[in-house]
Structures are given as C-alpha cells and as structure tokens.
C-alpha cells in the first residue's frame, strides 16, 4: 500500500492534507470455524491485506467518504441515520453504535482504499468496520480500547447491516500483533497472542468461487447448532465436550443431520485447543493433521465446503511441502488455507495453481500472508 497515493488521493477530493491515517486488517482463520458462535474458540490472525483511510475531522456532523476502489461516494450525517444500501452500511452501523453507547462523535472527510479481496471469507467488512472504528476514535478524540470497539463492530454488522456474524472477525482486525496468532475464547473474550512458529508458511488459496445464498445458509447453520444445544440441555454447543457428546448421542436420538452439525462443533472445539497447544510446542506435523480433519469435518458433519474448496484443498495436500489444509472462513466458496514448509512456498504455489486450474478450470488466487498488526493509526 502506498500511503504517499492515499494521501496525494486525499490532497485532490478535499483540497488539503489529511491529519490521520488509519488501517485495519482482514483475517484469516487457521482453525475453529463456527465455534465463534457457540461460545467456543478460534484461532485466526490478521493478515498483511487491509483497508486504509486518510481523513481530517469536519466541524460539523457530515461524513463524506470517497471508496477510491469503487470510485463511490457516500454523505451522509451523524445526526440523522438512516439505512441505506452498500458498503457505507458499515460505516453508518458503527458510528451509530458508537454513538449509541455514549460516544460524541466528529463528522469527518475521508478517502478510502483496500486490498482484501471481497466476499472471499477474509473480512473484508470487519476491517472496514474497525477502520472506521479506529477513524472516529483519532478525529473525535477518544482512547483506543481494541475489544470494546471490535464487539461495537459486530453490533454494527448484526444490527445495523443485518448479518447474523459472531465475534471473531471483528477481534482479530481489532487486537492481533504482528508476526502473532490469536487464539480467543469466544465466550468471555479471553485472548491469548501467540508468535506463529518460524519456518512456516500460511497460504491463502482463493478458489475464485463466491456463493450468494451464503446468509440463509449461515443462519440455518446457526439455528440447528441451538437446537443441538437445546438437546444437550447446555447454554451453547461450547458446553458440551468429545466424550458426553459420544455418550449422549448414543443413549438417546437425535436427528441425524442436527447431530452432524453439533459433532462438527464439538469436535472443531476439541481440535482448536490441541491446536493451539501444538503450535506453542512447535509441533507443525500434527498442527497440519488438525487442519485437514477440521475441513473434512466441515466438508462431511457441517456441509459448507464447495466443489471447488474440496478440489483447492486436495490439490494443496497432494504437495509434499504441506502440512494440512482446509477451508477458512463461513464457506461455500472462498478461500481455504495450507500450512507449508517456509522454504517451499513458491513451488507449491505454482504447482497448487497449476493443478487447481486443471481439475476445475478456474484460476486461483494465492497469497502467502504474514501475521499483521490489528486496526491501527499509521505512523507517518
Ligand atoms: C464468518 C463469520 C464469523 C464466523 C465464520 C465461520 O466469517 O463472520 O463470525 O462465524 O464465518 O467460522
């Protein structure tokens, strides 16, 4: 990203310098998909993609904001909030949250831009939130609390914008580190930063596959894992671990497809702490083991993986540089991720690209990421 263009993008649409820079992150999840949900854990990091803004405070209560990538427009004001379409939604949700809790807010004058591909599971639009978090925060004045503002974006987006998401992607765009994992308890918000062990790499693989229906199917998702919860007589899914699972499913019925979804979670959860425990101990062969059973898990008990993931995912487990692969994200197309031998990177790139374009006849995007800082003001 070049701050000096942001900057000189700013100069042309308002005639002045901006007074602050602000960054934020998009994710990827290395393990715990849709555990965030059911109070569980998750193991993500920020990744070095992100969406910058420059802007200065106005001395009134006016928003305008240039999207330079969707040369887009949007006004409106901070008194008068009104729903609307498209990606200011974003912006809109989290001032009135902010708002809403009390915060008195500046309007402001911005350019924005960014480099996560859209819509393909690497969060786009919670780094868009936690920019624009961090944006009021630098131009209205107030401290920078990263969990506070990380759940005041999830509010954002399950109340304003009307998408039913858990916490972990707005977590991980507000509190990682650089060069760290995250691994977040779900339920209290507990967090632990953990360095992602040398010599690996993490490889984004984009099947350039997006699905539309992807709200309805992630929210009857979320439904038949309350109705697992129901049954077990627990709070959320979090509650129930490996062996009362095993137990339980046995003594009395459960229907079959709650069942699958339920296993997933419990399983997925179980899968999340070993882990965690795995990279601190430095055990990147059985890390990977626990990356591929979470995608077959996903692919076979959860059922949110795609022709095109199943496909991405063989193809980068074929190579012998990789340790395990799997699905990232809430699925049904987007990216997966595979965990590789650092010095290896580039040939199993080519050659999962390669692959990939022959047994589905599409072209991948591939992107070997780096831990990044979470949202951010950019030192100039
Ligand atoms: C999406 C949601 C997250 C999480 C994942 C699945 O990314 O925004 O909250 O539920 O799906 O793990």
């Known amino acids: 990203m070049n701050i000096q263009n942001l900057e000189q993008s700013f100069s042309t649409y308002f005639n002045s310098k901006p007074e602050f820079i602000v960054r934020a992150p998009g994710r990827v999840n290395l393990i715990g998909e849709h555990t965030d949900y059911n109070d569980g854990f998750v193991l993500p990091m920020a990744i070095d993609r992100a969406v910058w803004m420059a802007l200065s405070p106005r001395d009134d209560s006016q928003i305008r904001i240039r999207s330079l990538d969707l040369e887009a427009d949007s006004v409106f004001d901070l008194n008068s909030l009104t729903k609307g379409k498209g990606w200011a939604e974003y912006i809109k949700g989290v001032a009135y949250e902010l708002q809403n809790a009390g915060y008195s807010l500046r309007g402001f004058d911005a350019v924005m831009t960014g480099n996560i591909p859209r819509g393909a599971g690497l969060s786009s639009s919670a780094a868009v939130e936690l920019a624009a978090a961090r ?60 360095p992602l062990p040398e010599g690996i790499s993490i490889v984004i693989l984009d099947t350039s596959t997006r699905r539309g229906l992807v709200d309805s199917a992630y929210n009857e998702r979320r439904s038949q894992c309350e109705e697992a919860a129901f049954w077990f007589g627990v709070r959320a899914l979090r509650d129930v671990g490996v062996l009362d699972f095993k137990r339980k499913t046995k003594e009395e019925r459960l229907d079959e497809v709650v069942l699958k979804r339920a296993r997933h979670i419990v399983t997925e959860n179980a899968r999340v702490l070993e882990a965690y425990k795995m990279m601190k101990a430095g055990d990147i062969k059985r890390l990977g083991e626990l990356f591929n059973a979470s995608h077959d898990s996903l692919r076979d008990d959860f059922e949110v993986t795609n022709d095109a993931l199943n496909i991405m995912v063989s193809c980068a487990r074929e190579q012998q540089s990789c340790y395990g692969a799997r699905m990232t994200g809430a699925g049904f197309g987007g990216c997966a991720v595979a965990l590789v031998r650092e010095e290896y990177a580039g040939e199993f790139t080519k050659n999962v690209s390669d692959v990939y374009r022959q047994r589905s006849g599409l072209e991948a995007g591939i992107y070997n990421c780096r831990p990044s800082e979470g949202a951010n003001l950019v030192n100039r």
Request: charged share 15%; aromatic share 12%; net charge negative.
């Open 135 to 194: 944006a009021f925060a630098a131009t209205s004045g107030f401290a920078w609390d990263a969990a506070q503002m990380a759940k005041f974006a999830q509010k954002a987006e399950n109340e304003w914008v009307g998408v039913n998401c858990g916490i972990m992607d707005q977590m991980a765009s507000a509190v990682c580190i650089e060069g760290h994992v995250l691994f977040l308890d779900c339920r209290s918000l507990e967090y632990q930063l953990a």
